[in-house]
């Protein structure tokens, strides 16, 4: 791979990472409906969801960037941090994110993943991004070309990115190396059913999955099924098409994790909910749920007792033991769930090299 797949991506990846990517199939931390009438409630909401973004920048910032070499030869520069600044949140709440993170139209630090270059240097949520490459950057959506240019330009010229943060009124300059990371973004989506789901460019979590995937192991299990699903190519595959409109699943969200009963509405049923498929799409989720195993494992993951997350989802979603239309039955998920826990710790045992046969991105 050369630094030119790096930079092919860069301006798309610097941008997406200001905002939640789009579309969305439900309600962003930036679409959110307001909980209550009160400003205090919509604040307090806001800052919960904040939370629930962190921790999924967390885990899925350490599976992209630690199986950059499972995803293909395109990949994007990854420093850990996300952006965002009041122009991504609707109209009706953004009185509630000025008041809850002081957000204004200067592009501000909102995740910092644990362990990447921006914690390592110190960048924390808050931080205001005031400059990239000696460059101040403008406000608004000046600003973010700024930043993707920036961005473009450090890698070029020194394979490193001069940012200069302010904090408490306090410049502080960092220069970051880029990891590579998987072309892929992740968005969360406000919602009490737990599922998850990609489009094949970016990955969709509920808030429900992250309140029912209790450790970091479970939801590094589920989205590492998901990015699974992205690196086969399993939303563009036949099987996603439509026979109402006849076109190809791409853009729509494919391998939801509880099939239609909780789905993610019109689209998931729309890329879902076909018997012609079913054979082909239960198929895919066997794949995706062995590779992710691995893409899970090589990130560091305990990945032993990985399948309990599905016997759960047999205990308190019933209606999707048999599988549905699309999905293998919890019994037989759990069961080749554990055969590949069991094959991941006999290579670690040898010293053998944690890649799934055939590598995923053959």
Request: glycine share 8%.
């Amino acid at each position: 791979m050369r630094l030119r797949a790096i930079l092919a991506l860069t301006v798309a990846a610097a941008l997406a990472a200001c905002a939640s990517p789009e579309p969305v199939p439900l309600d962003t931390i930036t679409s959110a409906a307001a909980s209550g009438a009160d400003p205090a409630d919509s604040q307090s909401r806001l800052k919960a969801l904040l939370a629930d973004e962190q921790r999924l920048n967390d885990v899925f910032g350490r599976l992209v960037t630690a199986n950059a070499d499972l995803c293909g030869e395109t990949y994007v520069p990854a420093f850990g941090f996300r952006l965002w600044s009041i122009t991504d949140f609707a109209e009706p709440i953004r009185d509630a994110a000025h008041a809850a993170f002081a957000l204004d139209e200067r592009l501000q630090v909102y995740a910092v993943a644990a362990d990447q270059p921006a914690d390592k240097a110190g960048v924390k949520p808050g931080d205001i991004l005031k400059s990239v490459e000696g460059r101040k950057l403008a406000l608004g959506p000046e600003g973010r070309t700024q930043f993707a240019e920036g961005v473009t330009a450090g890698l070029l010229k020194r394979g490193a990115v001069r940012f200069v943060f302010e904090r408490d009124g306090r410049t502080r300059k960092a220069t970051l190396k880029a990891l590579k990371s998987c072309p892929y973004a992740v968005a969360l989506a406000v919602g009490d059913d737990p599922n998850a789901a990609t489009d094949g460019a970016t990955v969709f979590v509920t808030t429900g999955m992250l309140a029912f995937a209790r450790d970091d192991r479970d939801l590094a299990t589920v989205l590492g099924h998901e990015i699974a699903h992205a690196i086969k190519g399993h939303p563009r595959h036949p099987a996603a098409r439509t026979e109402r409109t006849g076109v190809s699943g791409a853009g729509r969200v494919f391998g939801a994790v509880i099939d239609l009963a909780a789905g993610l509405g019109d689209a998931a049923a729309g890329a879902l909910g076909l018997s012609s498929a079913r054979q082909n799409s239960i198929a895919a989720e066997i794949e995706a749920d062995r590779i992710g195993l691995y893409l899970a494992a090589r990130a560091g993951y305990d990945v032993a007792n990985a399948a309990e997350i599905w016997r759960r989802l047999d205990k308190e979603f019933p209606s999707t033991s048999d599988g549905g239309w699309t999905h293998p039955a919890s019994s037989e998920r759990f069961d080749l769930m554990k055969a590949t826990a069991a094959e991941i710790a006999e290579k670690r045992e040898n010293s053998l090299p944690l890649t799934p046969d055939p590598p995923p991105s053959s």
